[in-house]
C-alpha cells in the first residue's frame, strides 16, 4: 500500500501556523506556534465488513486517504434494521480504523511531543509505533497521550493507528456518529512547560472600577536537573498589554507544581450577551531569561449570580436566559466537527434572540464553547446522559464505575476557563434520582465539581422535581400531598433544574424556597417546516402518553408547523414561554431543541429518521415558530404571517401572524381587508380564519395608526426555475471552510412555490466539494453525502467546502423542467 505523510520540521510547522497567526504576532509568539498545530490532514481510513475482517487489519486492508474530523456513519445508507435503531437516526456503526504516517524533526528530540484528540467516538484505543497508548470509551471527551518515548526523529517515519468501535448498538438515545468525529492536534514543548489544561483563570471580585483576577498555573518540569523558573503572566485585551505578574520558583527534577497569582485589572471591559469581550492571559516560562514555554488562556470579566427572587443577574443586571437545547450533529455533515458550521447555527439562533446554550447531554466540541464565548451565550456545560443505570444497553453505564470521575474532572479541566459557561450540569433525566443512590452518586459529582471549579452552580436536569396535581393545586398544598423529587430535595444542587412541568414553575418558591430556578429542558413542541393541518387552535398531544406506541399521525409522517403539537411530557411553545416571562424568579430555560437532529423523530419511528423538535429544521431553514420567539426576544421589528397561500379554491384557512412593536394588524386578501386583530392579555400571535382565494396575502402592522411593517404572501404557480443565495460568496481557501447556499425554487414570477419537492442535482467547478445536501425532511433517506436531494416545502441546501488553493468555485443546481442556477463562490 501506498502511504502519504508529512515531514512536521520547525519550517514546514512554522509556515504552516502563519496561516492562522494574526500579522500582529511577535517573533516571541512566532517562536511558540507550534506547540500546537493541527493533525486532521492525510489519514488513511478504514471500516470494517464484520464478517471477514473480524477485529484486525493486516497488508490486504483496503485504506482510502481522508482528512479529519471524520464521520462514516453519515456515509452510510439509512437502514430500518439497524441495530442503532430509529432513535439513533437508523444509520449504522461499525468498527473502523484510521491510520497515519509521519515524521519529526530531529531539532525536536529533546522534546515532550503529545497527540490530543478532542473526541472519538467510541471506545478508542490508540497505538504509535507498535506501542499501545491507551484506551477511551467515552466519545465526547477530548484526551492526550505523549508520544515521546516511541517516536523516530530524523528520515524513519512513524505510525500511529487508533481503533474506534461503535459496533455495539443501540449505545444512545440520538444520533452518535462515529469516528474521529473532532480535530486532532500534535503538542511539542519544552521539557518545562504548562500542563495540558494547566491554567486556571478566575474574576472573583468585579466592579466597573477594577476587577481582582486569579491565576493558577499548573508547570511540569520533565528535565534530568533542577531548574529555576521565572513564571510571567501578562493579560491582554486584543493586542494591548493590561498588566503582568512575576513569580520565581526553583522546580526540582521530574516533578510539577501549581502557582497561584493575583492580578488586577483597572476599569474591567465586562463580558455580557449583548458585548462578549475577552482578555487573554499569556503564561510564559523563563529560564535564564530565555522563554521555553508559553500558553495562552482566554477568559471574561464578568460577575453573576442566580438570585432567588430576580433569577439571573449578569454584571448587575437581571437577564432571562432565553436559551435552547442542542445535540453535537450538524445535520447533513454528521457529527465530524466544522467550526463555521457550528458558528452559522449559533448565528441562526442569535437572530432568533436565542441567549443561551444547553450542551445536551454531553461534554461539547471545543469548538462550540470557543464560539459561545466569542459571539455571547450562556452556557449549561452538561457531562451525562445516564450515570450507573442504562437507559440503552450498551451505553456509557456499562463504563460509569471506571471512567465517570476521569471524564467529569477532565471535563472540568478543559472548559471552566470559558466565560460562557455559567452552569455544571451533571445529568440529564438519570433513573437515579428518584432514589437514594442517585443522591449518593450527585453527592460525588458534585463535590468533583466544586473541587475544581468554585465559580459556577451545579444543577442536574430532573424530570421532574416535583410532581403536582396541577388539576387543583391549591388543594394539594393544603393537603401537603406533594412528591418532591429526592435528588433536588437533597440539598445537593444549586440550582433546581426543571425538565418540563412548566404547571410546577410559577410554585417553584413554595417547593424549593432556598434554591434558584433553572428550566433545564422544556417544550418539546414538534413540528415539519411548510405543512399545515386545517385547523390550528386544537392542541395535540403526539404521543397521547410517553409509553405508548403512536397511531395516529398525518400522511408522509408531517406534524403541523402551527404551534399546536407537542410531546406528551412537554407543552407548546408558547404556554411554556408565558410562565418563563411572567415570573422574574424563574432565572430562564433551555427549549428542546434549537435545530432538529438526526435520531429520536418523535412521535414517529420508522421511516422517519431525523426529529421535529427543533425551532430550526435539519438545513438549517427556520420553521414558522422561530418568529415568536423572535418577536418576543429581540428589538428587531417582526411581522411574520403564515401558512403559504397555495390551497384548493374556497378551502378555509387559518393565517397567523407573529408581530410586535405594533397595536394591531390588518389583513388583506386580494386589496380587501378581512379584519384587523390584535394581542389581549398575554397573547403572542393573532389569527384570522377565512376563505383561500387565490392571489395576494397581505398584512399590515400598525403603531397608533401608523403603518410599522408590511409583509405580502402571493399564490405561486408552476415551478419554472431555481434560485441560489450563498450565505457567504467569499470563504477561505483552508480545506475547511463552507458556504451554505440555499436553493429556492420559484415560479416564473420569481415566487417560492411552497409545495415543490422537485430532486435537484447539484455539480461543481473548482478547487472544492459539496460536503451536504438536505431540504431539512424528516423521513428522507437520500444520502446527506450525495449530489442530488429532494426540495422540502420549496427549498433545499447545498453544501461547499473550500480545497487548498484559491479561485473560483461555479456550483449548478438543475432540476428536470426548471431553469438552472449557477453561482460563483470565491476562496481566497
Not at 433553572?518 to 395535540?540: F, P, W
Not at 378555509?652 to 390584535?678: I, M, P, Q
Request: with cysteine; charged share 25%.
Amino acid at each position: 500500500m501506498k502511504t502519504t505523510f508529512k515531514y512536521l520540521s520547525r519550517f514546514s510547522v512554522l509556515i504552516f501556523s502563519a496561516m492562522f497567526l494574526l500579522s500582529s504576532c511577535s517573533k516571541k509568539e512566532d517562536a511558540f506556534a507550534n506547540r500546537k498545530i493541527s493533525f486532521n490532514a492525510d489519514w488513511s481510513f478504514h471500516l470494517n465488513d464484520s464478517l471477514t475482517d473480524k477485529d484486525t487489519i493486516g497488508t490486504s486492508t483496503k485504506w482510502r486517504t481522508l482528512d479529519l474530523p471524520h464521520d462514516w456513519s453519515i456515509e452510510g445508507k439509512f437502514d430500518e434494521k439497524s441495530p442503532a435503531g430509529y432513535g439513533g437516526g437508523s444509520l449504522n456503526g461499525g468498527l473502523g480504523w484510521y491510520k497515519k504516517t509521519f515524521r519529526i524533526s530531529k531539532e525536536d528530540i529533546n522534546k515532550i511531543i503529545s497527540i490530543t484528540f478532542d473526541g472519538v467516538y467510541k471506545n478508542s484505543e490508540v497505538w504509535i509505533n507498535g506501542h499501545y497508548l491507551g484506551k477511551r470509551p467515552n466519545g465526547y471527551i477530548g484526551f492526550q497521550y505523549e508520544l515521546s518515548p516511541y517516536l523516530n526523529y530524523g528520515e524513519k517515519t512513524n505510525e500511529i493507528i487508533v481503533k474506534v468501535d461503535n459496533s455495539k448498538q443501540p449505545n444512545s438515545r440520538w444520533y452518535s456518529g462515529s469516528g474521529i468525529f473532532r480535530n486532532v492536534w500534535l503538542e511539542t514543548t519544552d521539557k518545562l512547560h504548562v500542563e495540558h489544561w494547566g491554567t486556571y483563570v478566575t474574576t472573583p471580585k468585579v466592579t466597573a472600577e477594577k476587577a481582582s483576577v486569579n491565576i493558577e498555573n499548573r508547570i511540569q518540569n520533565e528535565h534530568s536537573e533542577s531548574k529555576k523558573v521565572k513564571l510571567v503572566t501578562t493579560i491582554y485585551k486584543e493586542d494591548t498589554e493590561v498588566t503582568s505578574v512575576t513569580q520565581y520558583i526553583t522546580l526540582t527534577p521530574k516533578s510539577g507544581t501549581f502557582l497561584t497569582a493575583q492580578a488586577e485589572v483597572e476599569s474591567p471591559v465586562l463580558w455580557s450577551v449583548e458585548k462578549p469581550e475577552l482578555y487573554t492571559a499569556v503564561t510564559e516560562i523563563l529560564v535564564d531569561d530565555k522563554i521555553v514555554d508559553q500558553y495562552k488562556t482566554n477568559f471574561g470579566i464578568r460577575d453573576f449570580k442566580f438570585d432567588l427572587n430576580k433569577g439571573f443577574i449578569l454584571n448587575g443586571k437581571q437577564v432571562k436566559i432565553k436559551g435552547v437545547c442542542m445535540h453535537h450533529d450538524l445535520g447533513p455533515l454528521g457529527s465530524a466537527i466544522n467550526t463555521r458550521a457550528i458558528e452559522r447555527q449559533l448565528e441562526i439562533l442569535k437572530e432568533m434572540g436565542v441567549n443561551g446554550i444547553r450542551t445536551s447531554h454531553n461534554p461539547p466540541a471545543p469548538e462550540l464553547l470557543d464560539l459561545c464565548d466569542k459571539m455571547g451565550f450562556i452556557v449549561m456545560d452538561e457531562a451525562f446522559d445516564m450515570w450507573k443505570q442504562n437507559k440503552t444497553k450498551y451505553d456509557y453505564a456499562n463504563d460509569w464505575d471506571k471512567w465517570h470521575r476521569k471524564d467529569l474532572v477532565d471535563q472540568l479541566f478543559r472548559d471552566r476557563n470559558h466565560p460562557s459557561i455559567f452552569i455544571w450540569s451533571i445529568g440529564n433525566e438519570i433513573p437515579e434520582q428518584w432514589n437514594e443512590t442517585g443522591v449518593e452518586i450527585a453527592k460525588e459529582l458534585a463535590a468533583i465539581v466544586r473541587k475544581t471549579d468554585r465559580t459556577r452552580p451545579v444543577t442536574a436536569a430532573m424530570n421532574p422535581p416535583v410532581n403536582m396535581n396541577i388539576d387543583d393545586v391549591t388543594l394539594q398544598f393544603e393537603k401537603k400531598n406533594i412528591q418532591i423529587n429526592p435528588l433536588a430535595a437533597s440539598g445537593i444542587l444549586d440550582l433546581i433544574g426543571y425538565n418540563y412541568a412548566h404547571q410546577t414553575y410559577e410554585h417553584h418558591k413554595e417547593n424549593f424556597p432556598n434554591k434558584p430556578f433553572i428550566a433545564t429542558e422544556t417544550t418539546s413542541g414538534l413540528q415539519t417546516r411548510g405543512y399545515y393541518d386545517a385547523v390550528s387552535d386544537t392542541i395535540k398531544k403526539w404521543p397521547v402518553r410517553w409509553d405508548l406506541k403512536f397511531t395516529e399521525g398525518n400522511p408522509g409522517n408531517t406534524v403541523s408547523a402551527y404551534d399546536q403539537v407537542q410531546a406528551p411530557w412537554g407543552s407548546t411553545h408558547e404556554a411554556t414561554w408565558k410562565v418563563i416571562k411572567k415570573y422574574d424568579f424563574l432565572s430562564g430555560m433551555y427549549i428542546w431543541t434549537g435545530f432538529d437532529y438526526i435520531g429520536e423523530p418523535t412521535p414517529y419511528e420508522w421511516p422517519s429518521i431525523s426529529s421535529y423538535f427543533g425551532i430550526v429544521d435539519l438545513a438549517g431553514f427556520p420553521k414558522d415558530v422561530y418568529y415568536m420567539y423572535q418577536s418576543e426576544w429581540t428589538d428587531k421589528t417582526v411581522l411574520h404571517i403564515f401558512p403559504h397561500w397555495n390551497w384548493k379554491a374556497g378551502q378555509t384557512v387559518d393565517v397567523w401572524a407573529y408581530y410586535n412593536n405594533a397595536d394591531e394588524v390588518e389583513l388583506f386578501v386580494n386589496g380587501k381587508s378581512v379584519g384587523k386583530r390584535s394581542k389581549k392579555g398575554d397573547d403572542l400571535h393573532v389569527m384570522w380564519r377565512i376563505p383561500f382565494q387565490a392571489g395576494t396575502l397581505k398584512a399590515i402592522s400598525r403603531k397608533n395608526g401608523k403603518t410599522v411593517l408590511e409583509k405580502e404572501i402571493k399564490t405561486a404557480g408552476n415551478p419554472s426555475q431555481l434560485k441560489l443565495t450563498a450565505d457567504r460568496s467569499t470563504i477561505k481557501a483552508d480545506k475547511n471552510d463552507l458556504s451554505f447556499v440555499t436553493v429556492d425554487i420559484l415560479d416564473d414570477k420569481e415566487t417560492l412555490v411552497p409545495n415543490a419537492n422537485n430532486e435537484i442535482n447539484f455539480s461543481l467547478k473548482g478547487n472544492g466539494k459539496i460536503v451536504g445536501v438536505c431540504s431539512g425532511d424528516p423521513v428522507s433517506h437520500e444520502s446527506y453525502k450525495g449530489n442530488k436531494h429532494t426540495a422540502l416545502a420549496g427549498k433545499c441546501l447545498v453544501i461547499v467546502q473550500s480545497g487548498d488553493k484559491t479561485g473560483r468555485l461555479e456550483l449548478t443546481a438543475k432540476a428536470n423542467g426548471l431553469k438552472p442556477a449557477t453561482i460563483v463562490i470565491t476562496t481566497e
